[in-house]
């Protein structure tokens, strides 16, 4: 028997089956007209060109259109056409997930302020802690309703912020169902993967514990329940109050809506893509469509335990996957500098000046952070 070998399907041809003799004259086979022909068999090949030959001379009699070879492009969907599906999944998930959140947005919007931390980071914590209740607690500039959510990675960070009775602020064990060791995780190890893996989860989490007003992804106002999410590392230095910034941005004057999310960015044509958002600062809108993309960064990085921040510029800037629209965009870096550019002698002056929140990154290792914030000033407790 002569062997078969694969060739192109011809698109769009019925079901036809062609008898043909096998080459022992005694063995019959069907043969799909699509799949595979004998490479050196004249008389099959022949048949199927009269075969294809003949449906396409009686689609055309018959007047029938002829396929088109061409790769229908995926429609972008709005989130009304989408929006209950993305609502069945939030409510489905927030049945188990959501944080215990005392939590109430009388009008406007309303900031939840979203940490992490373990045990290690506990002194990186008083000194942001010390940043935030200056710029923000006691600034006259603070219109908005603001609650702080500290999210405890480990029992032991737990029992140690209850104690520091910090007013208003809620503490939250965390509900990840992977044990974080308490101590400090090296940038890149296995440990620190997994704990900021989580961070999509607990933004989800804090989502679904915050009191939702359903609205559309096109400019519209927040309602009365306006909840927006700004999380933030613990290696940051809050030298102004971020809120009014993010205000101006994330809605136009009349409080309308016009981004899902807005980052920090760290840097430019990098990781391929334009401009490239740091994880560390994000501000996230209360919608359907943030927590949609939540859910999407959640699954990755379940999947794979990894540095969270790639994984989330490839899946944001590559939007045109998603049958939604993302709307996000870029915080101004002389506002809210990356370490890159804050902690240069050559800019010091300068950024000192303007800067908003400075993220002491570009710097690997709990003390040379510490030693950093140290230099500049910019370390406030005695631990």
Not at 75 to 81: A, G, K, M, P, Q
Not at 270 to 290: H, Q, R
Request: include cysteine; aromatic fraction near 10%.
């Amino acid at each position: 028997m002569l062997p078969l070998v694969p060739t192109l399907p011809v698109p769009d041809l019925p079901r036809l089956q062609i008898f043909i003799m096998g080459s022992d004259n005694h063995r019959r086979r069907w043969l799909h007209p699509t799949l595979y022909v004998a490479n050196r068999s004249r008389c099959v090949l022949k048949l199927l060109m009269l075969v294809v030959g003949a449906v396409y001379t009686a689609r055309m009699l018959s007047n029938l259109p002829l396929p088109i070879i061409l790769e229908k492009p995926e429609t972008r969907l709005s989130i009304v056409d989408v929006q209950a599906v993305i609502q069945q999944e939030r409510d489905d998930r927030c049945k188990h997930d959501a944080y215990n959140i005392n939590s109430t947005c009388g009008h406007g919007h309303c900031y939840a302020i979203v940490l992490t931390v373990n045990m290690g980071f506990y002194d990186f914590f008083l000194n942001w802690y010390h940043f935030y209740n200056q710029s923000v607690l006691q600034s006259i500039n603070t219109q908005n309703e603001v609650l702080l959510l500290v999210i405890a990675e480990d029992n032991e960070i737990y029992d140690e912020l209850i104690r520091l009775q910090l007013g208003k602020a809620q503490i939250i064990r965390s509900n990840n169902k992977i044990q974080h060791s308490s101590r400090a995780e090296n940038y890149e190890s296995v440990g620190y993967k997994s704990l900021v893996s989580g961070r999509a989860a607990h933004l989800l989490s804090v989502l679904c514990g915050l009191k939702y007003q359903p609205t559309t992804n096109q400019s519209s106002s927040f309602g009365s329940n306006g909840w927006i999410v700004l999380y933030s590392d613990i290696d940051t230095v809050w030298l102004q109050n971020p809120l009014p910034f993010i205000e101006a941005i994330i809605t136009d004057p009349q409080q309308h809506l016009q981004y899902d999310i807005l980052a920090a960015v760290d840097h430019h044509n990098y990781g391929g893509v334009e401009t490239y958002y740091c994880t560390g600062f994000l501000a996230i809108a209360n919608t359907l469509v943030s927590f949609y993309f939540l859910s999407q960064w959640d699954d990755e990085l379940k999947t794979n335990p990894q540095l969270n921040q790639p994984i989330f510029n490839t899946m944001l800037q590559t939007d045109d996957k998603h049958p939604v629209q993302i709307r996000h965009a870029g915080l101004d870096e002389g506002l809210f500098p990356p370490g890159r550019l804050f902690f240069d002698d050559e800019n010091k002056s300068k950024v000192l000046q303007e800067s908003v929140v400075v993220h002491n990154n570009y710097i690997i290792g709990r003390e040379n952070k510490k030693r950093r914030f140290k230099e500049y000033g910019l370390w406030k407790t005695s631990t």
